[in-house]
């Protein structure tokens, strides 16, 4: 560990931890939503599997486009504001109960960094079997500022997102992501991952710089 990463160890590195510059202090949901909850995102994403990979007859993607509008409508009346919902809140739900998030579980939380372990689903294809391109940076930022957070710095903001795409990352496959803050300077925080396969091949890497936001910062 370098003696940048021990010196910023804990909350107390930045002033102004509680601040979070113009961003509310979210909570992470109580009870992750209730029994039903995580079963609920799940279905709904196995629904996303399957929508994206059938060519079912037309009387049956008829019934699933009206099952479809049913269940959304069984939804609608009980949206929450930003924050109080628990998809994106529940720390115990792999994508911590968010559809946006890939549904990875984290199992390293510290100063010293942050591990996710997971796979890419049918519905993160891009082509022959790899995952789509453009899905890695959401895995790559997502752990970015959970790192930033898991060191103790205030709220901040990605200003740039680097990633190397080194081989293929396949779907339906487990895969780990393992990441680290590397340096910290003033508002800066520089931290760096790696993506690998169950081998420790590298699939990609990436590089941040996390800004912390200033007073009034969205
Ligand atoms: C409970 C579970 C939790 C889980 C928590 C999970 C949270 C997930 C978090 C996800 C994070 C995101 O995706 S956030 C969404 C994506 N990012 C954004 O939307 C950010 C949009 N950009 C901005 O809002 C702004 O650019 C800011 C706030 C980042 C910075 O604006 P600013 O405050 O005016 O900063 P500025 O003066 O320009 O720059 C400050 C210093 O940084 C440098 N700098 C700024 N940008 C760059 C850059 N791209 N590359 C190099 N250097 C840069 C400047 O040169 C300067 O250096 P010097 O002259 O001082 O040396």
Same mark, same amino acid.
Do not use: C
């Given at each position: 560990?370098? *003696? ?13 931890? *509680? ?5 509310? %202090? ?53 949206? %929450? ?96 992501? *393992? ?27 990436? *590089? ?11």
């Amino acid at each position: 560990m370098s *003696e940048q990463v021990e010196r910023g160890r804990g909350r107390g590195d930045v002033d102004g931890y *509680e601040k979070h510059g113009g961003f509310p %202090v979210y909570r992470a949901a109580e009870d992750d939503g209730g029994p039903d909850f995580g079963r609920l995102i799940e279905a709904m994403r196995v629904l996303q599997d399957a929508a994206v990979s059938v060519s079912a007859p037309a009387d049956v993607v008829r019934q699933a486009a009206e099952q479809a509008e049913a269940l959304a409508a069984l939804l609608e009346p009980h949206r %929450v504001p930003e924050g109080q919902q628990p998809g994106g809140r529940s720390m115990g739900l792999p994508g911590r109960g968010s559809l946006l998030m890939l549904p990875w579980t984290v199992d390293k939380f510290d100063a010293t960094g942050v591990r996710s372990t997971g796979v890419f689903r049918r519905f993160h294809m891009g082509g022959n079997g790899a995952a789509h391109g453009g899905t890695l940076p959401l895995l790559f930022d997502d752990l970015f500022g959970m790192i930033t957070h898991a060191y103790g710095r205030p709220i901040s903001r990605t200003a740039y997102l680097h990633v190397n795409y080194r081989k293929i990352t396949p779907i339906d496959t487990p895969l780990v992501i *393992e990441g680290q803050v590397d340096r910290v300077d003033g508002r800066k925080t520089f931290i760096t991952a790696k993506l690998m396969d169950a081998e420790g091949t590298v699939l990609a890497d990436g *590089e941040a710089l996390m800004l912390v936001l200033l007073p009034g910062q969205p």
